[in-house]
């Protein structure tokens, strides 16, 4: 259904709050729908990952509903897709190079547990 409603509607619509704050990743995400959340995040036009970080008036991104409902395999997706700042683009957090530390003008080191 959204791969016919999503060329027709503005791709603003996508992160657009009804009256508790939920965008539609937030209801696919409360309904377990991997192949709708997956399909608002990843079409083109529209705000893409940052549907993610999109709080509701309960204070929980998608992600958030997706653990609150116990929806792992959303829930890793989500985490999988979402940006880390110290990791650039195609990398993991393995091929990351140190940055810079703002306090000592040194590299820093990521810990991995």
Excluded at 26 to 47: D, M
Excluded at 50 to 66: F, M, T, V
Aim: proline share 9%.
């Amino acid at each position: 259904m959204l791969d016919v409603l999503l060329p027709i509607v503005p791709p603003s619509l996508l992160s657009a709050q009804n009256s508790a704050g939920s965008t539609a990743l937030h209801w696919a995400a409360l309904n377990s729908q991997l192949a709708a959340a997956r399909a608002l995040v990843e079409y083109p036009p529209g705000p893409g990952i940052d549907l993610i970080e999109i709080k509701n008036a309960a204070g929980r991104s998608p992600l958030g509903e997706a653990e609150a409902v116990q929806w792992e395999e959303g829930a890793k997706w989500m985490v999988e897709v979402m940006r880390l700042d110290n990791v650039g683009v195609g990398e993991s957090v393995d091929d990351a190079s140190p940055s810079e530390d703002p306090v000592t003008d040194g590299p820093t080191t990521v810990e991995r547990e």
